[in-house]
């Protein structure tokens, strides 16, 4: 009777990965004077960004990034509008609104279904964080002052970036820009 000799396995841990929309400069550069401005500091680590997944499974990065080169070769520049300041308790966010990346989030969600997360498989509602974390009372206050002032605005989706999460800071993986240019 044959036996098979010691065999090796080797288990990788691959960390979670992050979808999120890439934002014009300019409307980067508000959005991160926000969070510069209201997030507690010892918390705000990442630039201010739109989640499309939360939780993608890091041995699948490469299949992941051949999925965004295909749809962003053939995708121009989307419009989006902060259309909204919504309370989350202990801070706030931009509601953002854009029909387009909805529909792209659709599409991804179809061939990525067996990998989706709870989280993934909620109703996707757009969103760009300010302020969390911090005391129920200051994030009222925030919120009213923010909200008083508050007019819609238009920006720019210009590709999507793939981060590794790995408990802090994420670690960018690809960037994937739109191809298409507007005429």
Partial sequence: MRRPINQLYIYIDMKPLILTALIDPDAQRFFNDQRTRYFPPERNYLDAHITLFHKLPGEESGDIAKHLDHICTHQAPLNARATDIMFMGF??????????????????????NAWLSPQDQQKFRAHITFQNKVKADHAKAVYAAEKEKFEPFDFKIIGLGLWEYDGGPWNAISKHLFGKQEN
């Avoid at 706030?92 to 990525?112: F, G, N, P």
């Fill in 91 to 112: 801070g706030s966010a931009y509601q953002i609104e854009y029909a387009e990346l909805v529909e792209i989030r659709s599409s991804l969600c179809k061939i990525w």
